[in-house]
């Protein structure tokens, strides 16, 4: 168990592209959530996971996101069509403890240009 | 609704104490996080108070007031590596999703 990782650490991509960010949480835990982050303002929950399956979806999400965590190891999260506004960090993290500590992973920072 | 309140900046000298306050709204209790973030990294866990008190570990404590919806971060002997965010969070709701609500994060910015 060395933390949880995230794959890329940057992307720079056009607008309209689709790009898919990677999550490899710690080894049996079995929560993966996903969080955005702007500048100057804390993370925003976007989607959680217990084990393979999406129990909740933040109003955020918008159709032309979507996260899948096959397997109930590693998770993706793709955009579709990007645009300007959903520059921003992608944490991932996961939850090992009852007291709800979270473990964050590194971040995607995402500009779309 | 669900609330989490804490100041934008504060400044503090090296070696000082300061207090970081945090106010929250929420439906339900269980409980009330500190994290640390520094610029261009990830969160990292601080702190847990889920009774009334303070609680200490090494140069920071958090305390809790359930009753006042109320707490603070205190950081003793600052360091200039403390410069960070601290972000104040809470679970949404009573359910047992373990889904946060942060507030927007104090920034801290230690001067020689």
């Known amino acids: 168990d060395t933390g949880v990782s995230q794959d890329p650490r940057h992307k720079i991509t056009k607008r309209g592209q689709n790009v898919t960010f990677r999550c490899d949480p710690i080894?049996?835990?079995?929560?993966l959530y996903w969080y955005r982050q702007t500048l100057g303002q804390g993370p925003e929950f976007l989607t959680y996971?217990?084990?393979?399956?999406?129990?909740?979806k933040s109003r955020l999400l918008s159709d032309r996101f979507s996260a899948e965590r096959p397997k109930g190891s590693f998770s993706t999260l793709e955009i579709q069509r990007t645009e300007q506004g959903d520059s921003a960090m992608y944490l991932c993290?996961?939850?090992?403890?009852?007291?709800?500590?979270?473990?964050f992973g590194s971040g995607t920072r995402l500009t779309v240009v | 609704g669900q609330n989490i309140d804490q100041p934008t900046e504060m400044t503090a000298t090296e070696g000082a104490i300061v207090q970081i306050n945090c106010t929250y709204q929420?439906?339900?209790?269980?409980?009330l996080f500190w994290y640390q973030q520094h610029a261009g990294e990830a969160p990292t866990f601080l702190s847990y108070?889920?009774?009334?008190g303070l609680e200490e570990k090494g140069r920071f404590s958090s305390f809790l007031s359930r009753s006042k919806g109320y707490s603070y971060l205190l950081l003793k002997e600052l360091q200039m590596k403390d410069s960070a965010s601290y972000l104040c969070?809470?679970?949404?709701?009573?359910?047992?999703?373990?889904?946060?609500?942060f507030g927007q994060g104090t920034t801290l910015q230690v001067k020689p």
């Open positions: 993290a996961d939850q090992g403890g009852a007291d709800y500590g979270y473990t």
């Open positions: 080894s049996e835990h079995n929560r």
């Open positions: 996971f217990q084990n393979e399956a999406q129990l909740e």
């Open positions: 929420t439906s339900g209790f269980n409980g």
């Open positions: 108070n889920v009774l009334d």
């Open positions: 969070a809470a679970p949404h709701g009573s359910s047992n999703t373990g889904k946060l609500i």
